[in-house]
Nanobody, 125 residues
Framework: EVQIVESGGGLVQAGGSLRLSCTAS????????VAWFRQAPGKEREGVAC????????YYKDSVKGRFTISLDNAKNTVYLQMSSLKLVDTAVYYC??????????????????WGQGTQVTVSS
């Protein structure tokens, strides 16, 4: 059985940093597109960043470019989302998703097979 588990969320002041982790069991992140999505209260879920583990290309939502970094640790079978210079608008539940994939990511809009339960990120003023 495949399980995706996110961790690392929490409460942080504006301008601060957090690192989210996405760990999979039942699959290895070889040749996958792995994405971080977020959903704020009353808003639609949106893709924040994604990575192709086949060629390590990445894609970011414009509003997080330069502040968020997505990366893969093969040894730990974990994808990270390093978030810096956090803003109030970054407050949301963050979800990790994965789909078998080969080649460069040009978008994060894929039909993901696996989703985690989410981790809350709250940015305070």
């Amino acid at each position: 059985e495949v399980q995706i588990v996110e961790s690392g969320g929490g409460l942080v002041q504006a301008g601060g940093s957090l690192r989210l982790s996405c760990t999979a069991s039942g699959l290895t992140f070889d040749d996958y597109a792995v994405a971080w999505f977020r959903q704020a209260p009353g808003k639609e879920r949106e893709g924040v960043a994604c990575i192709s583990t086949s060629d390590m290309t990445t894609y970011y939502k414009d509003s997080v470019k330069g502040r968020f970094t997505i990366s893969l640790d093969n040894a730990k079978n974990t994808v990270y989302l390093q978030m810096s210079s956090l803003k109030l608008v970054d407050t949301a539940v963050y979800y990790c998703a994965a789909i078998p994939f080969w080649g460069p990511v040009m978008t994060c809009r894929y039909k993901y097979d696996y989703w985690g339960q989410g981790t809350q990120v709250t940015v305070s003023s």
